[in-house]
């Protein structure tokens, strides 16, 4: 399959047509950004890291009943896909505290919850991102009422098998974002990326981090956090 015109680009994946109208292919850069585009930068090696953890992790879902974007990964960088409407809503699900959870609320990072919680944003750059409800994002028409429950069916299901699969890598899953698509037909399946960008992983033993966070907080150390948390992914095939 070959890339035709270029769809779209990100901060941090380009997507591109195919000569299928039903399929794309994205492809991963090393671009690094925060808070909404305001801090910039590269991490060498991240495109390739995001793109083989997501595909890795995609498939494992699919295996465990959860539907995907995911057809084929053509390239160290570029993964083939179906093609998807995605769903104005970022959906964060939170195993720990940490993060914009822990700055809102006044608490302390690293406390486990009793049960994990789920929260949307509307994704709007304009916006910087709001934190949303259901019923508003009913009200502005974002998702019908079935495509949310949906939404917060799998992504708890996704919880369950990720916070299982990288425990066993010697990993705690504390929270990550997800974002789901709508295939031609009204399916909807996970789409976007599983990667260090969008989880918060530390390892079960020191709490180190092996994320983004190491990025976003200036604490050096930042590729080989990526390259260590994919060492541990890739030994776990
Ligand atoms: P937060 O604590 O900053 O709200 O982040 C929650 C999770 O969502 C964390 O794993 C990082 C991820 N995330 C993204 O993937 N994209 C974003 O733009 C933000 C703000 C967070
Ligand atoms: N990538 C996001 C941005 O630039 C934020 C983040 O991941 O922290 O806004």
């Known amino acids: 399959m070959e890339k035709t015109e270029q769809l779209y680009e990100g901060k941090a994946k380009k997507v591109f047509a195919t000569t299928d109208e039903n399929l794309c292919i994205v492809s991963y850069k090393d671009d690094a950004t925060a808070f909404n ?10 495109g390739v890291v995001n793109n083989r953890m997501t595909n890795l992790l995609m498939q494992l879902l699919e295996k465990a009943g959860v539907p995907t974007h995911f057809v084929k990964e ?4 570029d993964t083939l896909v179906k093609k998807v409407k995605i769903v104005p809503l ?4 939170r195993n720990v505290s940490a993060g ?4 809102r609320y ?5 406390i486990v919850f009793d049960e994990p919680t789920i929260e949307f944003s509307y994704k709007n750059d304009d916006l910087g991102d ?17 495509e949310i429950e949906t939404i917060k069916k799998y992504a708890f299901k996704v919880n369950e098998v990720l916070k299982q699969y990288f425990l066993h890598l010697g990993v705690k899953l504390i929270d ?3 974002e789901f698509g709508r295939l031609t037909d009204g399916t909807i399946v996970l789409a976007d990326e599983i990667s260090p960008d969008t989880c918060r992983f530390w390892d ?8 983004k966070d190491r990025f976003r907080r200036d604490m050096g150390g930042v590729e080989d956090a990526y390259a260590e948390i994919f060492k541990r992914v890739t030994k776990g095939e």
Request: aromatic share 6%; net charge positive.
């Open 130 to 146: 709001p934190l949303i409800n259901s019923y508003h994002a009913l009200a502005l028409r974002l998702a019908t009422k079935e």
């Open 100 to 103: 914009s959870f822990a700055k």
């Open 37 to 46: 585009g305001l801090k910039k930068g590269t991490i060498a090696g991240k």
């Open 204 to 211: 079960a033993k020191t709490n180190e981090k092996l994320d």
């Open 106 to 110: 006044g608490v302390e990072e690293g």
């Open 90 to 93: 970022e959906v964060i699900i």
């Open 176 to 178: 990550f974002k997800l």
């Open 74 to 77: 053509l390239s160290d960088r």
